[in-house]
């Protein structure tokens, strides 16, 4: 049966796979699921912000650990589109203009 697939099919069943595991609110996602929304995240914020290297790292991990911790692990802390599968705001998070930097609060 799987001969009747090409690798572009294969690909295209695995992606939209993929989609769907992250269409799902954020207290149900799982723990390495949450991590990943962070990471690309942390990534669009660096971006947006041009945050140092340094400080998105120090950013990551600061909510990788509040992920673990499972201080930000319901949707009351985090503004998650299950649509587009990505991570809108954290509620705790603050933005320094000033300073460009990202201050996490608990």
Do not use: P
Request: proline share 0%; charged share 35%; net charge negative.
């Amino acid at each position: 049966m799987i001969d009747d697939f090409d690798d572009d099919d294969i690909e295209k069943i695995l992606e939209e796979t993929n989609i769907q595991i992250y269409k799902t609110r954020w207290s149900r996602l799982s723990e390495s699921l949450k991590l990943n929304r962070i990471h690309k995240f942390v990534k669009f914020l660096k971006n947006k912000h041009n945050l140092t290297k340094e400080h998105s790292e120090s950013l990551r991990k600061e909510l990788f650990n509040a992920v673990k911790n499972r201080i930000i692990s319901k949707s009351e802390y985090v503004e998650y589109d299950e649509d587009n599968c990505k991570i809108l705001s954290i509620g705790c998070l603050e933005y320094n203009n000033n300073d460009n930097i990202f201050l996490f609060k608990v």
